[in-house]
């Protein structure tokens, strides 16, 4: 019989054993050639407005699945091999040497690949199309263009090459595994007991306390220690992780089994025991499964939050729908014209002074880090009355503030806990007053040109503003611009109002911003980012999954004496179905818990270091959660139908 009809009945005979690992590497590919295929879209490259900023993130997350997906192809290939012992065996046996044993799975392995890779780029070419509206719908609110069917050559070139190399080194590395096979061992191979692992207390417990220093550092508040401690943090958790599931989930297995009144209940009895006899071959994957799990919920979770948080973010930086400061006696007018033209209601608008003062106030240092006051540093002030008049026509979510006298608050973009008790009752020196810090304010939207905002009580500010403390001309003498502020309706979806705006203003004032332009360019970047990572994280899921559903398989074929053995002594159908779900379970769960609960500290330190400064409410953390629970939920429903469809295939096998 020729190695290639050989090579296709084996691929047919073991069909069920890959399905899922086969659709796993289809899309795969599916995944490589359409983020490829976006970055040769000319309609979808020239409809960002920072084309540059979206083609590197789409290329750097494209090479980091594929480097992902060619370790674990090549990890997995040398798994399918080992647990082909006993046929492989067999054709050592009737006179096959290695090396065409070799070939033979070489080909079965290009037979896989090459078909993948058909399928893969071909569901690619034809959802093309869509993929890119998705995009586009996802990042930019105000695309109103058409896409048109194409076909990318180059990426389809690019693909087939990256996914062939891999597949040859595949095959090269399962060649390798081949030559290291004995005969005698490889016959004995279905029959060597794995043994029961006992674990060790001494790794169960060093195991928690690396975890849990790594969660410790990950929720400290102060964001630049986060960020000096990401290695560690990373260190700790996953050095933890590997060694919980080496050393200390069989020793929580062996305490369990101690429990004698609940353990020697007949199907607590056979699960328990059959899960804690897979411990040594299931407690590496399991353990890759639970960071690679942190990693995606992370990641699909990081870009959600991002990506839902995006509104409110912009009205957190920018404050209103639109401002500008600088020719309001020449442009006013044209812009007023400009929303009548365009049929908008103009809810409010307020126009001031800008003011500044630069008092003495010795530097203030916390965590190493300097704040600095002072001519360069200087503050735009403004008093109670009129603070609370530009609160009230933001879209912050801030209440109006009440200052008392001979006290003054300080309105700040990145404000901390340690900041506010350092800076709380500090005095603030003018020339002939003394006043004092009471509290920081959260916000950005007041600034206009300054780094800092001071609140001051409405008699305070006359006095100063009187005594010269308070001015309004620049360094060489002329007068400040004043501020105009605006509100209307539905300001982020006017889209040709906003290019008229634009017209007016540019070149004319001494800066302009509005709500419009920066809620499309985040929603272009997080949009992104947010599509990105559904993509990375369902090729994680459908990877670990995949494995974690073929050690099953095989877990199934070894133990069918088993059942076949208790069937003998008396269980039944309904108990049978009892045993596997107990034994199953624990395998998919505890990974998804451990991944999951990582996730939930990294982003606790993705809240500290990026979200506490966009989303601005006391306790932001818990918006995060919120919105990570929603992806939480999406990634335990995937991993859900996986056990669902192990289960199914596992009951099929021991029948």
């Not at 199309?129 to 690019?158: C, H, N, Q, R, W």
Request: net charge positive.
């Amino acid at each position: 019989m020729r190695l290639t009809t050989l090579a296709f009945r084996n691929i047919k005979r073991n069909f069920k054993r890959y399905v899922m690992y086969f659709f796993s590497l289809s899309f795969s590919v599916f995944t490589a050639y359409s983020f490829l295929a976006l970055l040769e879209n000319e309609y979808v490259s020239n409809a960002f407005v920072y084309d540059d900023r979206y083609r590197a993130l789409l290329l750097v997350f494209g090479i980091i699945i594929m480097v992902f997906v060619m370790f674990f192809l090549i990890s997995s290939n040398n798994s399918f091999i080992k647990a082909r012992k006993k046929e492989i065996s067999t054709y050592s046996l009737f006179g096959m040497t290695n090396e065409k044993i070799g070939k033979l799975l070489f080909m079965e392995t290009m037979i896989v690949g090459f078909t993948a890779l058909v399928i893969g780029v071909g569901v690619g070419i034809f959802l093309s199309k869509l993929t890119a509206m998705v995009l586009l719908d996802i990042s930019l609110a105000s695309f109103t263009g058409d896409i048109e069917f194409s076909i990318a050559p180059k990426a389809i070139y690019i693909t087939a090459i990256v996914f062939m190399a891999i597949f040859c080194v595949m095959g090269l590395s399962g060649l390798g595994t081949i030559n290291k096979f004995e005969l005698v061992d490889l016959f004995k191979g279905d029959k060597v007991s794995e043994g029961n692992s006992e674990g060790s207390i001494l790794a169960l417990i060093l195991s928690l306390i690396l975890i849990g220093a790594g969660y410790y550092l990950a929720s400290i508040n102060d964001p630049f220690i986060v960020v000096s401690l990401a290695i560690p943090i990373l260190a700790f958790v996953i050095s933890g992780t590997y060694l919980f599931f080496w050393g200390g989930l069989p020793k929580v297995l062996s305490l369990i089994k101690r429990n004698r009144s609940r353990y020697y209940q007949g199907v607590n009895l056979v699960s328990t025991s059959m899960f804690s006899h897979r411990m040594k071959s299931i407690g590496s994957v399991m353990a890759t499964i639970a960071v690679l799990s942190a990693v995606a919920t992370t990641a699909i979770a990081t870009g959600f939050t991002l990506y839902s948080s995006v509104e409110e973010s912009t009205y957190d930086t920018i404050g209103y729908d639109m401002y500008f400061y600088g020719g309001q006696e020449e442009l006013l007018d044209d812009v007023r014209r400009a929303f009548q033209k365009h049929n908008v209601r103009i809810i409010d608008e307020y126009t001031t002074q800008r003011y500044k003062c630069s008092p003495e106030i010795k530097p203030i240092i916390h965590n190493d880090f300097e704040y600095r006051f002072g001519e360069e540093e200087y503050f735009r002030v403004y008093s109670e009355s009129e603070y609370n008049k530009l609160i009230s026509i933001s879209r912050s979510k801030l209440k109006p503030v009440y200052i008392k006298p001979g006290m003054a608050m300080l309105g700040y973009r990145y404000p901390n806990d340690g900041l506010r008790l350092a800076i709380d009752g500090k005095p603030i020196n003018f020339s002939n007053q003394t006043l004092r810090f009471s509290s920081i304010l959260q916000e950005n939207f007041s600034t206009f040109g300054a780094f800092y905002t001071l609140v001051l009580n409405d008699n305070d500010f006359d006095t100063l503003y009187h005594s010269g403390d308070i001015i309004s001309i620049d360094k060489g003498g002329a007068p400040l611009d004043k501020v105009s502020v605006f509100k209307f309706d539905n300001p982020l979806k006017l889209r040709d109002l906003n290019a008229d705006l634009m017209q007016i203003l540019d070149g004319k004032t001494g800066s302009y911003r509005t709500a419009y332009n920066h809620y499309n360019e985040s929603l272009e970047t997080f949009g992104l980012v947010c599509f990105i990572g559904f993509f990375m994280s369902v090729v994680f899921i459908l990877m670990t999954a995949s494995l974690l559903y073929f050690k099953q398989i095989m877990a199934a074929e070894e133990e069918r004496r088993q059942y076949k053995m208790l069937r003998k002594i008396g269980m039944d159908t309904r108990i049978e179905k009892k045993v596997i779900a107990k034994r199953l379970f624990p395998v998919f769960l505890i990974p998804l818990l451990v991944g999951i609960i990582h996730s939930m500290f990294a982003m606790k330190a993705a809240d500290t270091m990026i979200f506490s400064n966009m989303i601005p409410v006391d306790n932001s953390y818990l918006t995060v959660l919120s919105f990570s629970a929603v992806m939480y939920g999406a990634y335990a429903l995937f991993y859900g139908i996986f056990y669902l469809i192990t289960k199914g295939q596992y009951s099929r096998i021991v029948r």
